[in-house]
C-alpha cells in the first residue's frame, strides 16, 4: 500500500502500526521515526505541496485536523478525489480510535489492538497513583510566549497533567487552546511550568525568557515554581508518543511516586507492540 502522511502524528500513529515501510512521502515536520528521513518532503503541514503529492500516486493520505489551517489541504484532496482519511484527536481516547480506523483501513488490526490496549494499560497504571496523589501540581503548558497559547480543557494534555499528578492550570476554560496573558497566568499561581513551544526544538527555547518576565520572582519565592523544557514530540502531537510524555512528566513532578523515566524505553516498547 502507498501511504502518505501530511502531518507528524500521523507519521507516527503509522509507526506503531508497523507501517512506516509503506510510506512514499511526509510532510516537513514529520521527524521521527528515522527511517523517514530520506522519503520525499511535501512541504509544511499547513502548506502541502498538493501537486508532488498527487505525482506520487498515493492509495492512501492520512490529513489532520489538528492545527487551524489544514483545512485547506483536506479541500484541495477531496477537489482533486485523492483518497483520504482526516483525524482530529483532542484526547486520549481519541487516538486510540484513530489506531483502530487506521488498522481497519490498511490490515494491521492485530497492531492496532495491541497498541491501544498498551496506551489503556498505561494510563490505569498512571491513573491509580495519580489518584492516590495529594499535593496535586498545578502544571501551565506555554504552548507560544507571545502572545501566550496554551492548553484548555478539551486536550488531551489536560488528561496528561492529571494523570502525572498534576491539573492543567486553564483547565476550567472549554476551549483545546487558548490565548491568554503572562498576568493571568501568575494569577492563577503555577507550581509547574512546561515550556513546550510549538515547532521549536527544545535546545533552542531558554528558561531565562519566563525568569525575565514581571511576576516570576514572586512565583519563584513563594510558590517555588519550576520551569521544565519539555519535547514538542512527546507533548503536542495527538499520537501514542503521549504517553511517553506523560511517563516524563510524571516523573519530573513526582519522582517518589512514579516510575523513573527512561526515554530510551520508547523504541522497545514499539518492538513488542508490533505483531510480525
Known sequence: MRIISICPSNTELLHYLGLTSELIGVDDFSDWPKDIEKLPRLGPDLSIDMDKLQSLEPDLVLASLSVPGMEKNIEELERRSIPHVIYNPQSLTDIQ????????????????????????NEINQYEKISNSIKDRKKVYFEWWPKPIFTPGKVNWLTEIAYLAGGENLFQDVELASVQTSWED???????????????????????????????WDHLEADLRTEIFKLEESLFCRPSPRLIIGM??????????????????????????LQVT
Open 97 to 120: 480510535n484513530d489506531l483502530l480506523d487506521l488498522g481497519k483501513r490498511t490490515n494491521k488490526m492485530a497492531e492496532a489492538k495491541k497498541v491501544t490496549e498498551w496506551m489503556k
Open 185 to 215: 497566568v501568575v494569577h492563577r499561581k503555577p507550581e509547574i511550568i512546561g515550556m513546550v513551544w510549538v515547532g521549536v526544538k527544545t535546545d533552542k527555547m531558554q528558561i531565562s525568557h519566563i525568569q525575565k518576565r514581571e511576576g
Open 247 to 272: 511517563k516524563r512528566l510524571a516523573a519530573l513532578i513526582h519522582p517518589n511516586d512514579f516510575p523513573v523515566f527512561l526515554p530510551e524505553e520508547e523504541e522497545s516498547y514499539i518492538k513488542k
